[in-house]
């Protein structure tokens, strides 16, 4: 699965931003994409997945009720919608595929895109 992640940015704290992530998959594919974050000195770590045929979501307890996942299979395209930004949420995001048969959502995953940077300011 070849993935792009973009519409990362400069935002201040509380403000919000949508990352987008182009996949190229077929509309009924059993995979989950995820994302995927790395800030500085530190290591990556899980923010959202979404499975791409049922559009069921998981998101990691630090940014629950923050931020969406969701997908538009016509464009081939995963969201994710981050809202009330916060400095801490500073970080390369990446997203990454995985098919719903290997294992849980979580991970590990098997295809990555190139990350996009996210800087929030306080």
């Known amino acids: 699965v070849q993935l792009q992640a973009f519409g990362g940015g400069l935002v201040q704290a509380g403000g919000s931003l949508r990352l987008s992530c182009a996949a190229s998959l077929r509309t009924f594919s059993r995979y989950y994409i995820g994302w995927f974050r790395q800030a500085p000195g530190k290591e990556r770590e899980f923010v959202a997945a979404i499975t791409w045929s049922g559009g069921l979501t998981y998101y990691a307890d630090s940014v629950k009720d923050r931020f969406t996942a969701s997908r538009d299979r016509t464009k081939n395209t995963v969201y994710l919608q981050m809202n009330s930004l916060k400095p801490e949420d500073t970080a390369v995001y990446y997203c990454?595929?995985?098919?719903?048969?290997?294992?849980?959502?979580?991970?590990?995953?098997?295809?990555w895109g190139q990350g996009t940077q996210v800087t929030v300011s306080s």
């Open positions: 990454a595929a995985k098919t719903e048969y290997s294992g849980s959502y979580y991970g590990p995953y098997d295809d």
